[in-house]
């Protein structure tokens, strides 16, 4: 396991070497055309930035490749979410380090102390990597399959920006005997195959029509399909190889091997993190809070995951998702 006082965090030189082990297994790649390896990228060795106060002669720019096919200059951070950032690379590998490590995650504060930049510097980093941890799931295929198991669920977390008076359908709200219920909370489906891989959603409102949208999206229809009674899911379960229910209400929560405890004990880890750690949390960033505890999930230890190998595939993760504060069609990110 690695050590926080590793050299990857500790000296920038060692990150950089570190940070293209895992993204160039096989020789350096241009981001611009694709060149692979030694006789298509040269590395430039005396490079400097341009003079500064600091470093009048200019700061040695280590790292910088050339692309002998399009001829374009580039490090192992262009492309990424690490891109033109003015944070030192060693700090970046401990911070992704760190959220990847943490099972309920770590607080922008906890890191801003940590690694010494501002808060909002730090919040903004556990964004960057937020998106980072975004999985393709198009290339990794439906959950569940032939003779396997999916569970579904929703859960309500936090209020909703704009609470609305009444129902959808003007109707007003009643509060439900057990003191809970879905009223102007925000809604999220979660799907997760047994031993397998979890995926949520941040909905705008759990309807019978958006709960099927992302089943038949992300589930395959051949899995037994395992919920609580909510009816959500009383259509969409029959285009599914199976589809068995327990009622929660009247205390059924195991029958056989019938059950939703594994995607009720993903919420759990879920919310115990959002209330402990994070606390508040805007509803325009929720999604990015979900995929960073997806990430974490299928990565888990029972899968034979350890912290290192947690933040080396991230650092594979990294490429095409850059994220910057501000966006020509916003005024900025926050």
Known sequence: MTNLNSPIFQS???????????????GAVCPHCGCVGDKHVTPIKGARARPSAAHPEGKERK?????????????????????????????????TYLLTSSKKGMSAHQLHRTIGVTYKTAWFMFHRIREAMKEDTSSSGPLGGEGKTVEADETYYGQVDNPRKTRTDGTPFKRSKRGRGPANKRAVVSLVERGGSVRSFH??????????????????????????????????????????????ASGEYVRGDVHSNTIENYFS?????????????????????????????????????????????????????????RRPDQASFA
Request: hydrophobic letters at 30%; proline letters at 1%; one cysteine or more.
């Open 12 to 26: 920038e030189d060692a990150a950089r070497e570190h940070l293209e082990a895992q993204r160039w297994p096989d």
């Open 63 to 95: 790292g910088l490749y050339q692309c002998n096919g399009c001829r374009r200059q580039f490090t192992v951070t262009v492309g990424t979410v690490f891109e033109r950032s003015k944070v030192p690379l060693h700090k970046w590998l401990l911070a």
């Open 203 to 248: 909905v705008k409102h759990a309807t019978k029509a958006s709960v099927r949208e992302i089943l038949v999206k992300n589930a395959s229809r051949k899995s037994k399909l395992y919920t609580d009674e909510s009816k959500l899911y009383t259509e969409t379960g029959k285009e599914f190889a199976k589809h068995r229910t327990v009622h929660h």
């Open 269 to 325: 880890v879920f919310k115990r993190g959002m209330r402990g750690i994070y606390q508040h949390c805007g509803e325009a960033h929720l999604q990015r809070y979900l995929t960073e505890f997806d990430f974490r999930y299928n990565r888990r230890s029972k899968l034979g995951f350890t912290d290192d190998d947690r933040h080396n595939e991230l650092l594979k993760m990294i490429a095409g998702k850059r994220l910057t504060y």
